[in-house]
C-alpha cells in the first residue's frame, strides 16, 4: 500500500533558505550567545572532557607521590587537596556534566526535534557550569583547594578543624553547579516527553532517551539533598547553626546520611546514560534491533528505583543496627539484578546478529566497558556483603571497586561514544588507528593500576594517605599501578592528539557512517532534520530507507517555519501526538550574562565580599528576567498547519504546555528538598531528643501565620480569574497578584517573628537552627514567587498578559501554591510534632 | 489506530489528544512505588525506634513482616492483574497499552523480590542488634 | 616467545611476588587471628571464586554470541536467554549470598556474653589515646597501642575527641568508626598471639596517613601481669638530666607521667613509653634515636601534629630527654 506523507506537495524552494537564516549560529564576538543544541552540546562536552584531562593529571600527581614508600614529592595538605579535587571534579565537573552534555548534544537529533524545549536553559546551565566549574579547579594553582575528601565529612568540614575559605569553595562552588545540573535535568525530561517525533510512543524510544530520562528523574530526586546538606553545612559555618555538632544537638551523621543519599545515586545517575549509549551502539554492531528491549527500559526503570535504597551502603562502619543494615545490603543486591539484565541483552543481540568482522573503534570500547564493568559489579556485590565490607570499606580495595565501576560504566562507553558519534557534527571521522592505539592504552593501563589495588586495600591500605613507610610491604603494588595509571593518561593524549587532527566541527561528514536505525543519523543541518518525520518503529532507517529522502524533501512534519522563528513540535508524552507548536528563543546575551552574574555572586559569597557579591545577584536576577520577558510570546501566529491535517496552536497554558511540565517538575525538586529537610528534623529528634523544647510559641502566631499563607493560594486564583479578555486588561489583577504575594510573605514573617520572640535562637542548638532551617527554605521560594510576581504585573502594564497569554501568571501561581503547601506542612510539623512528645 | 503507517494521519482537535499521563505513570510505576515505600517503612521503623525515646522496638520484626506481607501481596497482584490498573487509569486510550503493561509486569517482579529480600532480615535477626 | 610477551611474563611473576609479600603484612586481612576475621577472609575468597566464575561464564557467553557455532548463537540470541541468564540467576545466586550475608551479620551481633575486659579506645588528630577500665573500676591510660588478651571477650568502647576516625587492626575485626557525640562498640575474641599492626581508616584531615596503632595479642596471664605493670607510676629513672630536662622544658603541660609533675592531657600519655612499639602513633620504631628523632624533627616527620616544635633544645637536652624517655619501661 502507498505510505501517505504528512507534507506530501513540493516544498517552496526558499524554504530552506529561511530555516536556516532562522537557525543561524552567530559568529565571531557574538558566538556566545548562540543557542543551538549543537552548539551549546559541544562546548558542554569539550568542557567536561576538558575537567577529566585536568582531574586526570591530578590523579597522576598522586599516582607518583605513591609510586615509592616514604616519598615527599607532595606535601601532606597538598596530597590532601589533591585527591579532594580529584574527586570532586570527576564526579560533578566531568561525569554528571558529560552526561547532560551527551543529553543536550544528542536528545534532540535522536528525537529529531528541531532544539530541546528550553534552549537558553541549557545555555544558562553550561556557562554557568564553565565559569564556577573554572573557577573551583584553579583553587587547586592557589592552596585554596578544599582538603576535606570529596564527600565533606562534617566535623572535619566545620569552621573548628577547616578555618580558611577552602571548604566553601567547595559548598559554594559545588552547590552552584548542582544547580545548573538540575536546570539540565528538567530540560532533559521535557524534552524526551514533550518533544518526539509524532508516532514515536514510549515502546518506540531510543534506549538512550530512556536513559536520560530515568537519569533526570534521579537528578531530580538526589540533588536536593547534597543541597540542602550543602546549606546546612555551609550555614553552619558561616553562622554557627549546630546542625552537625554533637554539643549542641547536631549529629555528624546526618551530613553522611544526606551527602549518601545523594551519593549512591550518583553513581547511577552517571552509570544509566552510559549504558543507553551501549545499548544505542550494540545494535550498530550486529545490524539488528536491539533483543530485550521492554526488559532493558524496565531495568532502567528498576535500576532508577533501587539506587536509592543504597546510601547506607556508605555507612556500613558507622554502628547503625544490624536489621538497617539488611535493608540496604538487599537493595544492592536488588540494584545488581537490572546490571545482569543489560549485559545478557547485549549478549543476545550480538548473537542474534550478522556476525562481526574486526571490531570497529566503539565496538572494542562496548567490549572493553563490559570486560572492566561486569568486574567493578562483581566486587560490587562482594562489597555489599557487610561482613565483608567492615574489612574492605575506605581500603584501597574501595578505590579499585569505584574506579572499575566508573571507568568501565562511563569512562569506556563515553570514549565509546566520541568515536561513534563524531560523525554527527565533524567532516572527517576520528582516526581508527589512533583510536585503537587509544583503547589498548587505556584498557590495559586501567587493569594494570586498579586490579593491585583489590590485594593493596585487603593488605591493609586505607584510602586517602598520602605516604605509606616501607615496612607495609604495599611499595610493589603502588608501583605497579603507578605504571599502569600512566598507561591510561597515555591512551587519553593518543585521543586528543586524533581529536586535533580530525575533529573539524562543521556539517558534511559522513552521513550514517556506522548503518544505524536511528534518527539521529537523519541527514541535518543547523536547524536539525529538514522536516520532523513520522515514525512507526524503534529503528526507523532500517525500516524505511527512503525515509532520509522524504525528510530532506521535507514532506515530513513541520518543514517549514510557520511563525517565522525558531519552533518545533510538541507531542504527546506517551503516544507523541502531535499537540502544538512552540515557539522557541533564538540567540541571546541574557542568559550568558545571568549565568556569569550567578557564578560571580556565588564565588564572591565564598571569599566573603559580600556587598560586590549583592551587587552580582540583583543583575543576575536582572539578566532572567531580560531573559524571560521574550519567552512568552503568545497565540498571535497561530494556529499553523504542520502537515498530516494538523492544524495546531502555537501557544498553550494548563497541563499539557511544556511550560507547566517544568514548573512541575520544579516543584518536584523543591518537593525533594523539603523532604529531606522533615528527615533531617526527625533525624535530629532521634539522635538528641533533649534539645527538642518542653515550650513553644503560642498557638495563636503559628495559626495567624497558616491562615495568612492558606488566604495567599484564593488570592492567586483570583489574580487568575479578573485577566481580562485577549488583548485588554483589569485594573484589578495587579492588586490580587500583590495581594496573594503578600499574604504568602506575610505568613512567614509572622512565624519568623513568633520564633524570635518566643527566644527560639539558630545558633543555640539543633531543633532551632531546624526550625529557622524550615524558613529558610520557604522563605527562598517565597523570594523568587516576589520576583516572579512584581515581574507578571510588569507585563499586565506591557500589555503582555491577558486570559489567554498567560504563561507568566500560570507559573507564579503554581510556585505560590507549592510554596504556600509546602510552609504550611513546615508549620504542622515544627509546632504539631513536639506537642505530641 | 492514530498513527497506521499506512493512513495519512486524520486532524485531530489537540485536546482530545490529552493523555492520562499521571494515572498511567502511577498504575506503570506502582510495584518499584511499593518498594519504595515499603523500604522507607522498614528502615525508618528500625532506624527511629531504636534510637528514638519512645520504646516498643520489640515489636519490629512483627510489623516488618507485616508489612512485607501487605507489599509484596500488593506487588503480586500488580504483577498478575496489573493490566486491569492499567485499564482503570485509562490505557485503553493510548497506542503503548501493550508496552505499558509489559514494562509494568517486569517491573512488578523485580519489585517483588527486591521487597521479600529486603523483608528477609527481620526473620533471620533481631530488632536494634549492634553488629559486633 | 618475542621479547614483549617474556617481559610481560617476568613483571607478572615480579608482581605475583610483590602481591604475596603485601599480604603477609602486619596490617593485612589475610592473617587473621580472630574467629571474626577467619570468617571475613573465609567469605572473601568464596565471593571471588563465585565472582570470577560468573566473569568467566559472562565471557564464555559472550564468545559464543560473537565467534560460537550458529546454534548456540541461535540459543543465544533471544528475549528467553536474557530473562533466564539476567534475571532469573541473579535472582537465585544473590539470594543464596543474601541469605548467607544475614547469616553472618547475626553471628557478628551481640552474642551477648559478658565482656572480660573493656576498654576505650578514643581517637584524635592524629593519634589513639587508649584506657583499660580494670575489674575495680579503676582506669588505665595508655596510648597507640592495644594490648589484649587471647581467649577473652573483650569490648572495645570507640569514641572520638574530635572528627571522625575509624579503627581498623585488619588481623583482628573489620573496621568501626569513631563518631563525635556517639561511642561505637566492638568485641573481639583474639585466638592466636602475635603484634599486628592498624591504621585510622577514615579520612581525618591534615596527617591522616600517620596515624597508626600497634596491637598485641597476649596469653592472659600475660595480660594481667603487664596491665599490673602498666597501672604503676613511672619507675624511677636513673636518667636525672632527662628527666630534669623533660620537667623543665614543660612537656608535662601535655604530657602525662604518673609519679611526676607532668599532669598533662592533651597528648599521649608518656608513664611507660620506654616499652611501647613505637614513637609518633606509629610514625617510628621506639627506640633512644626516635625518640630523640621525634622531638628534633617531628613537624617534618608528622606534618600538623599538634605537638610545638621544641627548637630551643639544645642537642645535649633532646638526647638526654629521649634516653630519659627510652628509660620509662
Given at each position: 500500500?502507498?505510505?501517505?506523507?504528512?507534507?506530501?506537495?513540493?516544498?517552496?524552494?526558499?524554504?530552506?533558505?529561511?530555516?536556516?537564516?532562522?537557525?543561524?549560529t552567530?559568529?565571531?564576538?557574538?558566538?556566545?550567545?548562540?543557542?543551538?543544541?549543537?552548539?551549546?552540546?559541544?562546548?558542554?562536552?569539550?568542557a567536561?572532557?576538558?575537567?577529566?584531562?585536568?582531574?586526570?593529571?591530578?590523579?597522576?600527581?598522586?599516582?607518583?607521590?605513591?609510586?615509592?614508600?616514604?616519598s615527599?614529592?607532595?606535601?601532606?595538605?597538598?596530597?590532601?587537596?589533591?585527591?579532594?579535587?580529584?574527586?570532586?571534579?570527576?564526579?560533578?565537573?566531568?561525569?554528571?556534566?558529560?552526561?547532560?552534555?551527551?543529553?543536550?548534544?544528542?536528545?534532540?537529533?535522536?528525537?529529531a526535534?528541531?532544539?530541546?524545549?528550553?534552549?537558553?536553559?541549557?545555555?544558562?546551565?553550561?556557562?554557568?557550569?564553565?565559569?564556577?566549574?573554572?573557577?573551583?579547579?584553579?583553587?587547586?594553582?592557589?592552596?585554596?583547594?578544599?582538603?576535606?575528601?570529596?564527600?565533606?565529612?562534617?566535623?572535619?568540614?566545620?569552621?573548628?578543624?577547616?578555618?580558611?575559605?577552602?571548604?566553601?569553595?567547595?559548598?559554594l562552588?559545588?552547590g552552584?553547579?548542582?544547580?545548573?545540573?538540575?536546570?539540565?535535568?528538567?530540560?532533559?525530561?521535557?524534552?524526551?516527553?514533550?518533544?518526539?517525533?509524532?508516532?514515536?510512543?514510549?515502546?518506540?524510544?531510543?534506549?538512550?532517551?530512556?536513559?536520560?530520562?530515568?537519569f533526570?528523574?534521579?537528578?531530580?530526586?538526589?540533588?536536593?539533598?547534597?543541597?540542602?546538606?550543602?546549606?546546612?553545612?555551609?550555614?553552619?559555618?558561616?553562622?554557627?547553626?549546630?546542625?552537625?555538632?554533637a554539643?549542641?544537638?547536631?549529629?555528624a551523621l546526618?551530613?553522611?546520611?544526606?551527602?549518601?543519599?545523594?551519593?549512591?545515586?550518583?553513581?547511577?545517575?552517571?552509570?544509566?546514560?552510559?549504558?543507553?549509549?551501549?545499548?544505542m551502539?550494540?545494535?550498530?554492531?550486529?545490524?539488528?534491533?536491539?533483543?530485550?528491549?521492554?526488559?532493558?527500559?524496565?531495568?532502567?526503570?528498576?535500576?532508577?528505583?533501587?539506587?536509592?535504597?543504597?546510601?547506607?551502603?556508605?555507612?556500613?562502619?558507622?554502628?547503625?543496627?544490624?536489621?538497617?543494615?539488611s535493608?540496604?545490603?538487599?537493595?544492592?543486591?536488588?540494584v545488581?539484578?537490572?546490571?545482569?539484565?543489560?549485559?545478557?541483552?547485549?549478549?543476545?543481540?550480538?548473537?542474534?546478529?550478522?556476525?562481526?568482522?574486526?571490531?570497529?573503534?566503539?565496538?572494542?570500547?562496548v567490549?572493553?566497558?563490559?570486560?572492566?564493568?561486569?568486574?567493578?559489579?562483581?566486587t560490587?556485590?562482594?562489597?555489599?556483603?557487610?561482613?565483608?565490607?567492615?574489612?574492605?570499606h575506605?581500603?584501597?580495595?574501595?578505590?579499585?571497586?569505584?574506579?572499575?565501576?566508573l571507568?568501565?560504566?562511563?569512562?569506556?562507553?563515553?570514549?565509546?561514544?566520541?568515536?561513534?558519534?563524531?560523525?554527527?557534527?565533524?567532516?572527517?571521522?576520528?582516526?581508527?588507528?589512533?583510536?585503537?592505539?587509544?583503547?589498548?592504552?587505556?584498557?590495559?593501563?586501567?587493569?594494570?593500576?586498579?586490579?593491585?589495588?583489590?590485594?593493596?586495600?585487603l593488605?591493609?591500605?586505607?584510602?586517602r594517605?598520602?605516604?605509606?613507610?616501607?615496612?607495609t610491604?604495599?611499595?610493589?603494588?603502588?608501583?605497579?599501578?603507578?605504571?599502569?595509571?600512566?598507561?591510561?593518561?597515555?591512551?587519553?593524549?593518543?585521543?586528543?592528539?586524533?581529536?586535533?587532527?580530525?575533529?573539524?566541527?562543521?556539517?558534511?561528514?559522513?552521513?550514517?557512517?556506522?548503518?544505524?536505525?536511528?534518527?539521529?543519523?537523519?541527514?541535518?543541518?543547523?536547524?536539525?532534520?529538514r522536516?520532523?518525520?513520522?515514525?512507526?518503529?524503534?529503528?526507523?532507517?532500517?525500516?524505511?530507507?527512503e525515509?532520509?529522502?522524504?525528510?530532506?524533501?521535507?514532506?515530513?512534519?513541520?518543514?517549514?517555519?510557520?511563525?517565522?522563528?525558531?519552533?518545533?513540535?510538541?507531542?504527546?508524552?506517551?503516544?507523541?501526538?502531535?499537540?502544538?507548536?512552540?515557539?522557541?528563543?533564538g540567540?541571546?546575551?541574557?542568559?550568558?550574562?545571568?549565568?556569569?552574574?550567578?557564578?560571580?555572586?556565588?564565588?564572591?559569597?565564598?571569599?566573603?565580599?559580600?556587598?560586590?557579591?549583592?551587587?552580582?545577584?540583583?543583575?543576575?536576577?536582572?539578566?532572567?528576567?531580560?531573559?524571560?520577558?521574550?519567552?512568552?510570546?503568545?497565540?498571535?501566529?497561530?494556529?499553523?498547519?504542520?502537515?498530516?491535517?494538523?492544524?495546531?496552536?502555537?501557544?498553550l497554558?494548563?497541563?499539557?504546555?511544556?511550560?507547566?511540565?517544568?514548573?512541575?517538575?520544579?516543584?518536584?525538586?523543591?518537593?525533594?528538598?523539603?523532604?529531606?529537610?522533615?528527615?533531617?528534623?526527625l533525624?535530629?529528634?532521634?539522635?538528641?531528643?533533649?534539645v527538642?523544647?518542653?515550650?513553644?510559641?503560642?498557638?495563636?502566631?503559628?495559626?495567624?501565620?497558616?491562615?495568612?499563607?492558606?488566604?495567599?493560594?484564593p488570592?492567586?486564583?483570583?489574580?487568575?480569574?479578573?485577566?481580562?479578555?485577549?488583548?485588554?486588561?483589569?485594573?484589578?489583577?495587579?492588586?490580587?497578584?500583590?495581594?496573594?504575594?503578600a499574604?504568602?510573605?506575610?505568613?512567614?514573617?509572622?512565624?519568623?517573628?513568633?520564633?524570635?520572640?518566643?527566644?527560639?535562637?539558630p545558633?543555640?542548638?539543633?531543633?532551632?537552627?531546624m526550625?529557622?532551617m524550615?524558613?529558610?527554605?520557604?522563605?527562598?521560594l517565597?523570594?523568587?514567587?516576589?520576583?516572579?510576581?512584581?515581574?507578571?504585573?510588569?507585563?499586565?502594564?506591557?500589555?503582555?498578559?491577558?486570559?489567554?497569554?498567560?504563561?507568566?501568571?500560570?507559573?507564579?501561581?503554581?510556585?505560590?501554591?507549592?510554596?504556600?503547601?509546602?510552609?504550611?506542612?513546615?508549620?504542622?510539623?515544627v509546632?504539631?510534632?513536639?506537642?505530641?512528645? | 489506530m492514530?498513527?497506521?503507517?499506512t493512513?495519512?494521519?486524520?486532524?485531530?482537535?489537540?485536546?482530545?489528544?490529552?493523555?492520562?499521563?499521571?494515572?498511567?505513570?502511577?498504575?506503570?510505576?506502582?510495584?518499584?512505588?511499593?518498594?519504595?515505600?515499603?523500604?522507607?517503612?522498614?528502615?525508618?521503623?528500625?532506624?527511629?525506634?531504636?534510637?528514638?525515646?519512645?520504646?516498643?522496638?520489640?515489636?519490629?520484626?512483627?510489623?516488618?513482616?507485616?508489612?512485607?506481607?501487605?507489599?509484596?501481596?500488593?506487588?503480586?497482584w500488580?504483577?498478575?492483574?496489573?493490566d486491569?490498573?492499567?485499564?482503570?487509569?485509562?490505557?485503553?486510550?493510548?497506542?503503548?497499552?501493550?508496552?505499558?503493561?509489559?514494562?509494568?509486569?517486569?517491573?512488578?517482579?523485580?519489585?517483588?523480590?527486591?521487597?521479600?529480600?529486603?523483608?528477609?532480615?527481620?526473620?533471620?535477626?533481631?530488632?536494634?542488634?549492634?553488629?559486633? | 616467545?618475542?621479547?614483549?610477551?617474556?617481559?610481560?611474563s617476568?613483571?607478572?611473576?615480579?608482581?605475583?611476588c610483590?602481591l604475596?609479600?603485601?599480604?603477609?603484612?602486619?596490617?593485612?586481612?589475610?592473617t587473621?587471628?580472630?574467629?571474626?576475621?577467619?570468617?571475613?577472609?573465609?567469605?572473601?575468597?568464596?565471593?571471588?571464586g563465585?565472582?570470577?566464575?560468573?566473569?568467566i561464564?559472562?565471557?564464555?557467553?559472550?564468545?559464543?554470541?560473537?565467534?560460537?557455532?550458529?546454534g548456540?548463537?541461535?540459543?543465544?540470541?533471544?528475549?528467553?536467554?536474557?530473562?533466564?541468564?539476567?534475571?532469573?540467576?541473579?535472582?537465585?545466586?544473590?539470594?543464596?549470598?543474601?541469605?548467607?550475608?544475614?547469616?553472618?551479620?547475626?553471628?557478628?551481633?551481640?552474642?551477648?556474653?559478658?565482656?572480660?575486659?573493656?576498654?576505650?579506645?578514643?581517637?584524635?588528630?592524629?593519634?589513639?589515646?587508649v584506657?583499660?577500665?580494670?575489674a575495680?573500676?579503676?582506669?588505665?591510660?595508655?596510648?597507640?597501642?592495644?594490648?589484649?588478651?587471647?581467649?577473652?571477650?573483650?569490648?572495645?568502647?570507640?569514641?572520638?575527641a574530635?572528627?571522625?576516625?575509624?579503627?581498623?587492626?585488619?588481623?583482628?575485626?573489620?573496621?568501626?568508626?569513631?563518631?563525635?557525640?556517639?561511642?561505637?562498640q566492638?568485641?573481639?575474641?583474639?585466638?592466636?598471639?602475635?603484634?599486628?599492626?592498624?591504621?585510622?581508616?577514615?579520612?581525618?584531615?591534615?596527617?591522616?596517613?600517620?596515624?597508626?596503632?600497634?596491637?598485641?595479642?597476649?596469653?592472659?596471664?600475660?595480660?594481667?601481669?603487664?596491665?599490673?605493670?602498666?597501672?604503676?607510676?613511672?619507675?624511677?629513672?636513673?636518667?636525672?638530666?632527662?628527666?630534669?630536662?623533660?620537667?623543665?622544658?614543660?612537656?608535662g603541660?601535655?604530657?602525662?607521667?604518673?609519679?611526676?609533675?607532668?599532669?598533662?592531657r592533651?597528648?599521649?600519655?608518656?608513664?611507660?613509653?620506654?616499652?611501647?612499639?613505637?614513637?609518633?602513633?606509629?610514625?617510628?620504631?621506639?627506640?633512644?634515636?626516635?625518640?630523640?628523632?621525634?622531638?628534633?624533627?617531628?613537624?617534618?616527620?608528622?606534618?600538623?601534629?599538634?605537638?610545638?616544635?621544641?627548637?630551643?633544645?639544645?642537642?645535649?637536652?633532646?638526647?638526654?630527654?629521649?634516653?630519659?624517655?627510652?628509660?620509662?619501661?
Amino acid at each position: 500500500m502507498e505510505r501517505m506523507l504528512p507534507n506530501p506537495e513540493p516544498r517552496p524552494a526558499d524554504e530552506e533558505a529561511q530555516l536556516l537564516k532562522i537557525w543561524a549560529t552567530p559568529t565571531g564576538w557574538r558566538w556566545p550567545t548562540a543557542v543551538n543544541n549543537t552548539v551549546i552540546g559541544l562546548l558542554y562536552i569539550g568542557a567536561a572532557l576538558a575537567f577529566f584531562v585536568l582531574a586526570g593529571i591530578l590523579a597522576l600527581v598522586m599516582r607518583t607521590q605513591l609510586a615509592l614508600p616514604d616519598s615527599d614529592l607532595v606535601t601532606q595538605d597538598f596530597y590532601n587537596q589533591l585527591f579532594t579535587t580529584h574527586g570532586t571534579t570527576m564526579m560533578f565537573l566531568f561525569a554528571v556534566p558529560a552526561m547532560e552534555a551527551l543529553g543536550v548534544m544528542l536528545l534532540p537529533q535522536m528525537l529529531a526535534a528541531r532544539d530541546l524545549p528550553f534552549p537558553r536553559l541549557s545555555a544558562f546551565a553550561v556557562w554557568a557550569y564553565i565559569v564556577g566549574g573554572s573557577v573551583f579547579f584553579s583553587t587547586i594553582f592557589y592552596d585554596l583547594a578544599p582538603s576535606g575528601g570529596w564527600f565533606m565529612n562534617p566535623p572535619l568540614t566545620l569552621t573548628e578543624f577547616s578555618p580558611g575559605d577552602n571548604a566553601d569553595f567547595w559548598l559554594l562552588g559545588i552547590g552552584f553547579i548542582e544547580i545548573s545540573a538540575i536546570a539540565g535535568a528538567i530540560e532533559i525530561i521535557v524534552g524526551v516527553l514533550r518533544t518526539r517525533p509524532p508516532g514515536m510512543t514510549l515502546g518506540r524510544m531510543p534506549i538512550f532517551a530512556w536513559a536520560m530520562l530515568v537519569f533526570a528523574g534521579m537528578i531530580v530526586v538526589a540533588f536536593p539533598a547534597v543541597i540542602l546538606a550543602t546549606m546546612l553545612l555551609e550555614l553552619e559555618r558561616a553562622f554557627d547553626w549546630p546542625f552537625f555538632s554533637a554539643a549542641l544537638g547536631g549529629d555528624a551523621l546526618l551530613w553522611q546520611h544526606l551527602f549518601w543519599f545523594f551519593g549512591h545515586p550518583e553513581v547511577y545517575i552517571i552509570f544509566l546514560p552510559a549504558a543507553g549509549l551501549v545499548s544505542m551502539i550494540v545494535p550498530t554492531i550486529a545490524r539488528t534491533p536491539l533483543i530485550g528491549y521492554p526488559l532493558i527500559v524496565v531495568a532502567l526503570v528498576a535500576t532508577g528505583f533501587f539506587s536509592f535504597g543504597l546510601w547506607v551502603h556508605h555507612m556500613f562502619t558507622t554502628g547503625i543496627p544490624a536489621l538497617s543494615l539488611s535493608f540496604f545490603s538487599a537493595a544492592s543486591m536488588a540494584v545488581a539484578i537490572p546490571s545482569g539484565i543489560q549485559v545478557f541483552s547485549w549478549i543476545a543481540t550480538l548473537a542474534a546478529g550478522k556476525r562481526i568482522g574486526k571490531l570497529s573503534v566503539p565496538g572494542l570500547f562496548v567490549f572493553g566497558m563490559l570486560a572492566i564493568f561486569v568486574m567493578g559489579g562483581l566486587t560490587g556485590v562482594m562489597v555489599a556483603m557487610v561482613p565483608f565490607d567492615w574489612q574492605a570499606h575506605d581500603s584501597y580495595f574501595i578505590v579499585a571497586h569505584l574506579h572499575y565501576v566508573l571507568i568501565g560504566g562511563m569512562v569506556f562507553p563515553l570514549f565509546g561514544t566520541f568515536y561513534y558519534w563524531a560523525p554527527m557534527v565533524s567532516r572527517k571521522l576520528l582516526s581508527p588507528t589512533l583510536g585503537k592505539w587509544c583503547f589498548w592504552l587505556m584498557f590495559i593501563g586501567m587493569h594494570m593500576t586498579f586490579l593491585p589495588m583489590h590485594v593493596t586495600g585487603l593488605a591493609g591500605m586505607p584510602r586517602r594517605i598520602w605516604t605509606y613507610s616501607e615496612a607495609t610491604g604495599w611499595g610493589p603494588l603502588n608501583l605497579l599501578s603507578t605504571g599502569g595509571s600512566y598507561l591510561i593518561a597515555a591512551g587519553v593524549a593518543v585521543f586528543l592528539v586524533d581529536l586535533l587532527r580530525n575533529f573539524r566541527f562543521g556539517r558534511g561528514g559522513p552521513e550514517n557512517p556506522w548503518g544505524a536505525g536511528t534518527l539521529e543519523w537523519l541527514p541535518n543541518d543547523v536547524y536539525s532534520t529538514r522536516s520532523i518525520p513520522l515514525i512507526d518503529s524503534r529503528e526507523p532507517l532500517w525500516d524505511r530507507p527512503e525515509l532520509a529522502d522524504e525528510v530532506r524533501a521535507g514532506h515530513h512534519f513541520l518543514p517549514n517555519a510557520p511563525t517565522g522563528g525558531r519552533e518545533t513540535l510538541v507531542t504527546s508524552p506517551i503516544d507523541a501526538v502531535p499537540q502544538y507548536v512552540i515557539q522557541m528563543p533564538g540567540p541571546g546575551w541574557a542568559h550568558v550574562l545571568a549565568a556569569v552574574f550567578t557564578a560571580a555572586c556565588f564565588l564572591l559569597l565564598t571569599v566573603k565580599v559580600v556587598v560586590p557579591a549583592l551587587v552580582c545577584a540583583v543583575l543576575a536576577i536582572v539578566s532572567v528576567l531580560v531573559w524571560t520577558w521574550e519567552l512568552d510570546k503568545g497565540p498571535d501566529a497561530g494556529p499553523v498547519d504542520v502537515g498530516g491535517g494538523y492544524r495546531l496552536p502555537v501557544y498553550l497554558t494548563g497541563p499539557d504546555g511544556h511550560g507547566w511540565w517544568a514548573m512541575v517538575i520544579l516543584m518536584l525538586v523543591a518537593g525533594s528538598l523539603f523532604v529531606a529537610w522533615i528527615f533531617s528534623y526527625l533525624y535530629l529528634w532521634t539522635v538528641s531528643p533533649e534539645v527538642w523544647p518542653g515550650a513553644l510559641p503560642e498557638w495563636s502566631t503559628a495559626a495567624l501565620s497558616a491562615l495568612l499563607l492558606a488566604s495567599s493560594v484564593p488570592a492567586a486564583m483570583l489574580a487568575r480569574r479578573s485577566l481580562a479578555p485577549r488583548a485588554s486588561r483589569n485594573a484589578l489583577t495587579p492588586l490580587w497578584i500583590a495581594l496573594s504575594v503578600a499574604l504568602l510573605v506575610g505568613g512567614l514573617v509572622v512565624e519568623g517573628l513568633g520564633q524570635w520572640q518566643h527566644g527560639a535562637d539558630p545558633t543555640r542548638n539543633a531543633h532551632d537552627a531546624m526550625v529557622y532551617m524550615a524558613l529558610v527554605l520557604d522563605g527562598e521560594l517565597a523570594f523568587a514567587v516576589a520576583i516572579m510576581g512584581a515581574y507578571v504585573i510588569a507585563r499586565h502594564y506591557a500589555g503582555k498578559l491577558d486570559r489567554v497569554r498567560c504563561a507568566s501568571l500560570e507559573n507564579t501561581q503554581l510556585l505560590l501554591y507549592y510554596t504556600a503547601a509546602q510552609s504550611l506542612l513546615g508549620l504542622l510539623l515544627v509546632h504539631g510534632f513536639p506537642r505530641l512528645l | 489506530m492514530r498513527h497506521a503507517p499506512t493512513d495519512r494521519p486524520q486532524p485531530t482537535p489537540v485536546l482530545d489528544a490529552r493523555e492520562p499521563f499521571i494515572p498511567l505513570a502511577f498504575a506503570t510505576l506502582a510495584a518499584p512505588l511499593l518498594w519504595t515505600l515499603h523500604f522507607a517503612f522498614v528502615y525508618l521503623l528500625e532506624g527511629f525506634l531504636c534510637e528514638a525515646p519512645v520504646g516498643a522496638a520489640a515489636a519490629i520484626p512483627e510489623a516488618i513482616v507485616a508489612a512485607t506481607v501487605i507489599a509484596g501481596g500488593l506487588c503480586a497482584w500488580n504483577l498478575f492483574a496489573g493490566d486491569a490498573w492499567l485499564r482503570r487509569a485509562g490505557a485503553s486510550r493510548v497506542e503503548s497499552h501493550l508496552f505499558l503493561r509489559a514494562a509494568q509486569r517486569v517491573l512488578a517482579g523485580l519489585s517483588l523480590i527486591a521487597i521479600l529480600w529486603s523483608g528477609a532480615g527481620a526473620l533471620m535477626l533481631g530488632p536494634c542488634m549492634f553488629a559486633y | 616467545m618475542t621479547r614483549g610477551s617474556c617481559k610481560l611474563s617476568t613483571a607478572l611473576i615480579a608482581s605475583l611476588c610483590a602481591l604475596l609479600g603485601g599480604c603477609e603484612g602486619a596490617q593485612s586481612m589475610f592473617t587473621p587471628m580472630a574467629l571474626e576475621a577467619e570468617r571475613i577472609v573465609f567469605l572473601f575468597f568464596v565471593m571471588l571464586g563465585g565472582a570470577a566464575a560468573i566473569f568467566i561464564f559472562v565471557f564464555v557467553c559472550l564468545w559464543l554470541a560473537c565467534r560460537g557455532p550458529d546454534g548456540a548463537r541461535r540459543r543465544l540470541g533471544s528475549e528467553t536467554l536474557v530473562f533466564r541468564l539476567g534475571l532469573l540467576f541473579p535472582i537465585v545466586l544473590l539470594s543464596v549470598l543474601l541469605l548467607w550475608g544475614f547469616r553472618l551479620l547475626g553471628l557478628a551481633s551481640g552474642s551477648g556474653a559478658e565482656p572480660g575486659l573493656v576498654v576505650r579506645v578514643e581517637g584524635e588528630q592524629w593519634w589513639w589515646r587508649v584506657t583499660y577500665v580494670r575489674a575495680d573500676g579503676s582506669l588505665v591510660e595508655s596510648a597507640n597501642e592495644l594490648r589484649l588478651p587471647i581467649e577473652t571477650e573483650v569490648l572495645l568502647e570507640l569514641t572520638t575527641a574530635d572528627v571522625l576516625h575509624s579503627f581498623w587492626i585488619p588481623a583482628w575485626a573489620g573496621k568501626v568508626d569513631m563518631i563525635p557525640g556517639r561511642t561505637n562498640q566492638l568485641r573481639l575474641r583474639l585466638s592466636a598471639t602475635g603484634v599486628v599492626q592498624g591504621q585510622c581508616a577514615e579520612y581525618c584531615g591534615g596527617a591522616h596517613a600517620l596515624m597508626g596503632l600497634y596491637g598485641e595479642a597476649m596469653e592472659p596471664a600475660d595480660f594481667d601481669a603487664w596491665l599490673a605493670r602498666e597501672a604503676g607510676d613511672a619507675i624511677a629513672s636513673s636518667e636525672a638530666d632527662g628527666r630534669a630536662a623533660f620537667l623543665a622544658s614543660g612537656c608535662g603541660a601535655c604530657h602525662r607521667v604518673r609519679g611526676e609533675d607532668a599532669p598533662g592531657r592533651d597528648g599521649p600519655d608518656l608513664t611507660h613509653i620506654g616499652s611501647r612499639y613505637s614513637v609518633g602513633a606509629g610514625v617510628l620504631q621506639n627506640g633512644v634515636d626516635a625518640l630523640e628523632q621525634w622531638i628534633a624533627r617531628h613537624p617534618v616527620l608528622k606534618p600538623d601534629n599538634r605537638m610545638p616544635p621544641f627548637d630551643f633544645l639544645t642537642n645535649a637536652e633532646r638526647e638526654a630527654i629521649a634516653r630519659y624517655l627510652a628509660s620509662l619501661e
